[in-house]
């Protein structure tokens, strides 16, 4: 009895063995030079879903976690995929102004301007509705193409100096496919825009400019930095992006030009449209989808006061700015960005003997 059994697991194990060499044998793709011309094709247009989980906890972060106003969350996310001449940020070099904007204060007005000057490098632009905790998740849509194969994205933690997550020039089409699911661990970035070693230090502009570098446990080297974990050797992920490809269309060449800020309805209404075979192959324009009264509605604020006067004539002092509400969000739009900005100003170089004994 045994020994039968035994006889028949030894022949399965064969069978596998041998399918094991064929499936070897016979993929397609070994042996074969790999191009990138296949997801590269000006037809291709392609559907992806990305969705980034945050794990900010008090558990996995403990050092200075912010308990009260603000409290952990993360802005909302800007992506954009773009072709090989584009880089939203880079790791080692100085933050584009935009990208030190918005790692600062989580605005996108800035990139938005810069961005309209290079739709030619451009495809679709995407955005992530905040996360209002620590720990949480968002996701969107968003298209590539053969021409625009990467994508790019930034997400701002809040509270923090100038700190942010996100990906640069991370590119779907890779050994000639694009990709159908991939995750990757996201880690702090510093802009290099603005000193400040905690989460809740006061802005200080740094000068000159220092470089996009990833905070580590050991960087910056500093005992007061709230990611300085001198006890462990890696910072675990703070967040996971997961892309996952929804569609590939392989002959669509005409479709887009400019498929910016497309809504989520509005690309649920493009796919639809594009899954119709009577137009498959015809031109669609991404642009003439949308029905202007089912999208969502961003905030729109307007442009930023003067200044307010210092505080304080003599030593530090703080100052302000505000603006206010032009148009308010409706359904799935973006929140409005906060209105009043505070500032630190003056400094202890502005006080003169005169003023603190000579001035009755
Ligand atoms: C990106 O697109 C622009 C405009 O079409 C083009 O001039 C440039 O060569 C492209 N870059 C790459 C690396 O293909
Ligand atoms: C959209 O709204 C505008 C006014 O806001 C209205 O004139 C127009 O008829 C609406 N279009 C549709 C398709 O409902
Ligand atoms: C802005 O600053 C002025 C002067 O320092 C102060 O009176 C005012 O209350 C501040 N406003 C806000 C909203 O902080």
Redesign the pocket.
């Known amino acids: 009895m045994m020994h039968i059994k035994l006889v028949h697991l030894l022949s399965l194990v064969a069978i596998f063995v041998q399918l094991a060499v064929v499936a070897v044998a016979s993929n397609p793709t070994r042996g074969t030079v790999f191009s990138e011309e296949s997801c590269r094709q000006s037809g291709v247009l392609v559907f992806y879903r990305i969705k980034l989980v945050t794990s900010w906890s008090k558990k996995l972060f403990p050092k200075h976690y912010p308990e009260f106003r603000p409290a952990p969350h993360w802005s909302m996310t800007f992506g954009q995929t773009h072709n090989d001449s584009f880089r939203l940020f880079q790791l080692e070099h100085p933050a584009p102004d935009p990208v030190g904007t918005f790692a600062e204060t989580g605005q996108v007005a800035a990139l938005d301007e810069s961005l309209a000057l290079q739709q030619d490098v451009l495809f679709d632009e995407f955005r992530l509705p905040k996360i209002r905790k620590g720990k949480g998740e968002s996701e969107a849509t968003f298209f590539a193409d053969g021409k625009h194969t990467s994508v790019s994205f930034m997400t701002k933690i809040v509270p923090s100096p100038d700190w942010f997550i996100g990906l640069d020039s991370f590119n779907l089409c890779t050994r000639g496919r694009w990709l159908e699911k991939v995750t990757i661990p996201l880690h702090p970035l510093d802009a290099g825009t603005s000193s400040g070693l905690t989460f809740t230090s006061p802005k200080w502009p740094t000068n000159p400019r220092g470089l996009v570098q990833r905070i580590t446990a050991r960087y910056p080297l500093h005992f007061a930095s709230s990611f300085f974990y001198p006890e462990i050797k890696h910072l675990p992920p703070i967040a996971h992006v997961t892309f996952t490809k929804i569609k590939e269309y392989d002959n669509h060449n005409n479709v887009h030009k400019k498929v910016k800020k497309l809504k989520y309805k509005q690309r649920t209404k493009l796919l639809k449209k594009l899954d119709q075979p009577s137009l498959s192959g015809e031109p669609v324009l991404l642009n003439s989808v949308g029905?202007?009264?089912?999208s969502d509605i961003d905030c729109r604020v307007s442009a930023w006061s003067d200044w307010s006067p210092c505080s304080k004539t003599c030593g530090l002092g703080k100052r302000n700015r505000s603006r206010s509400v032009l148009q308010i969000q409706r359904l799935g739009g973006l929140d409005c960005p906060p209105l009043v900005e505070t500032q630190w100003c003056g400094s202890a170089r502005q006080c003169s003997v005169i003023d603190s004994y000579f001035k009755w």
């Open positions: 029905d202007e009264n089912t």
